[in-house]
């Protein structure tokens, strides 16, 4: 059994069709995020479902895909407009 564990998914779509798409699929998955750019919590198998969920949507000749984990034991570093705060070992940006 793998263990769950922080991820990026990250996602540029040209089309509005695709991206609603996308949208819908990953916001069954997020924790939270915006835009294009999700923080998910996922064991591997779960990843690797999600991330064909999404590339069999998308444009693989004009859209890009980026799933990316975090890793725990490093420091996460934050700037710009809001307040970070630690729930849960999750870091969420307001």
Not at 43 to 59: K, P, T, V, W
Request: glycine letters at 6%; hydrophobic letters at 40%; aromatic letters at 4%.
């Amino acid at each position: 059994m793998s263990s769950i564990r922080q991820v990026i998914v990250a996602y540029d779509i040209s089309s509005n069709k695709i991206r609603n798409k996308v949208r819908k699929i990953i916001g069954e998955w997020r924790l939270d995020g915006q835009k294009s750019v999700h923080e998910c919590r996922l064991d591997n198998r779960q990843a690797e479902e999600l991330f064909l969920q999404i590339g069999a949507s998308i444009d693989k000749n004009t859209d890009k895909l980026l799933m990316a984990w975090l890793e725990p034991r490093r420091k996460i570093l934050t700037r710009g407009i809001g307040n970070a705060r630690l729930d849960n070992d999750i870091l969420h940006i307001r």
